[in-house]
């Protein structure tokens, strides 16, 4: 009977503790969302499903794929595939970003340019001329009542940009789909 009031005790701290990891990742994504500088991506959607997840849309960015020239590794130096990687980006003419430099350390914290914080996962240096580097938004899940329609435009090669909100530290959010100029999803923040 001594064992009931522990159990208890450490059933509600673990309720406690759980409740707040799931908050702090709930606030964490929604303050990205919200306060993260908007940037617009060239993307080619591919269109799978996910049984445990639902619909989503993979997503290809012109950014994933980096010539290793842009990178300030020194030539006895080695970008290993998982490596955490930061790619400065700048806006084009035609409105989307692109890639303009990376590097294998976080920018100074006096940067005011964007770099967004991405992970290295194919090609890695010296041994290949590009990386191929992973972002964190190269799935997007869908709504069941406007997966339908919003899967119909990406096959149909419609939608070919998304704003993306990028973090003081990076990280980024995927914040909506667009078509031209007309904005098809917006992401909601909580």
Known sequence: ????????VAALVSAVALSAVLA????????ILRDGREIV??????????????????????????????????????????????????EGANGYWKAVAAASVPPPETDEA???????RYGVWPASESV??????????????????????MRNRVVTDIAVA??????????????GSDTIYTERLF
């Open 24 to 31: 702090w990742m709930i606030t964490d994504r929604a303050t």
């Open 114 to 120: 964007v770099w967004i914080r991405g992970t290295a």
């Open 41 to 90: 991506l060239k993307t080619e959607p591919v269109d799978p499903r996910d049984l445990l997840r639902g619909r989503y849309v993979r997503l290809n960015y012109t950014i994933s794929n980096i010539p290793t020239v842009l990178f300030d590794l020194d030539e006895d130096m080695s970008l290993d595939s998982g490596a955490i990687v930061f790619v400065r980006l700048e």
């Open 166 to 179: 990028v973090g003081a530290d990076g990280r980024a959010q995927i914040k909506a789909l667009r078509q």
């Open 132 to 153: 191929t580097i992973e972002y964190g938004i190269e799935r997007f899940y869908l709504p069941e009542p406007d997966a339908p329609e919003i899967e119909k435009r």
């Open 1 to 8: 009977m001594h064992k009931k009031p522990f159990l208890m």
